[in-house]
């Protein structure tokens, strides 16, 4: 008897962005696991590759691709079979006071955190390569609506992706296309270690009740509910991951 598995993602071809370090790579893992054939695509091609050598078997594809630029957006749609799931997470963190901030910072981190991930999606859109019922995937932050000091191009960027991920749910829902957000509060990643030291970080978890960041295989494990069948019904959605610390970051 054929065991019952909601989660199983056998048969689905699934795109992950950022998938060379961080969330992104435990997210591609995670998908390979559960069946899935993964495209992952993100600049440095070592580190792609290192999480390509890392994945379960299947017939998996990494393909490099700077997604601020337009050439890489196109030349990666045109190498990409018609999808069923679509996980975005490359993006950047910077931490600028508000005072500070210029309009070189500004591109720094919505180029990549805002336009990027939507003009990916519009090239994927207008080349038909989302199937009908497929499911879209953007990994936001709990930033949009926890501020912290120097945080807020970052957090802008991510409420920004928030309400974009809103509208574009609507916009899709006639080919049964499902579009959520994932929103984690802090996760180990190189995302934060680059911004803040570590004696810092390591006294700030403990304001969460859960007493710990999170891990990247903590959210690559909720990750993996989105593109499977088992959340036919959900759409339009924002799901907190944050160890119950709701308003606290840094």
């Keep these: 008897m054929e065991q019952f598995n909601p989660f199983s993602l056998v048969g689905k071809q699934i795109l992950v962005t950022g998938a060379s370090s961080g969330i992104g790579k435990g997210i591609a893992l995670a998908c390979a696991k559960m069946g899935a054939t993964v495209i992952i695509t993100g600049r440095n091609v070592e580190r792609l590759n290192e999480t390509l050598?890392?994945?379960?078997?299947?017939?998996?594809?990494?393909?490099?691709?700077?997604?601020?630029?337009a050439e890489d957006?196109?030349?990666?749609?045109?190498?990409l079979p018609k999808l069923d799931g679509l996980v975005q997470c490359a993006g950047v963190g910077s931490r600028v006071p508000c005072k500070q901030i210029s309009k070189d910072d500004i591109a720094h981190v919505m180029q990549p955190n805002m336009e990027a991930p939507i003009l990916l999606q519009t090239a994927l859109l207008s080349k038909k390569k989302i199937n009908k019922a497929s499911s879209i995937?953007?990994?936001?932050?709990?930033?949009?609506?926890?501020?912290?000091?120097?945080?807020?191009?970052?957090?802008?960027?991510?409420?920004?992706?928030?309400?974009?991920?809103?509208?574009?749910?609507?916009?899709?829902?006639?080919?049964?296309?499902?579009?959520?957000?994932?929103?984690?509060g802090m996760v180990w990643t190189d995302l934060i270690t680059n911004?803040?030291?570590?004696?810092t970080?390591?006294?700030?978890q403990l304001r969460y009740p859960l007493k710990r960041f999170g891990t990247t295989d903590d959210v690559a494990n909720l990750a993996i509910y989105l593109p499977s069948d088992a959340s036919g019904w959900m759409t339009g959605s924002c799901v907190d991951i944050s160890g119950g610390g709701e308003g606290v970051l840094v």
């Design 137 to 184: 995937v953007y990994i936001a932050s709990r930033a949009y609506q926890s501020p912290s000091m120097g945080n807020a191009v970052y957090s802008a960027s991510k409420g920004a992706i928030v309400a974009y991920a809103k509208c574009l749910a609507l916009e899709l829902a006639s080919r049964q296309i499902r579009v959520n957000c994932i929103c984690p």
């Design 73 to 79: 957006i196109d030349r990666l749609v045109s190498e």
């Design 201 to 204: 970080l390591e006294g700030a």
């Design 195 to 199: 911004d803040v030291d570590k004696e």
């Design 53 to 69: 050598s890392l994945m379960s078997e299947g017939d998996h594809k990494a393909i490099s691709a700077d997604l601020t630029k």
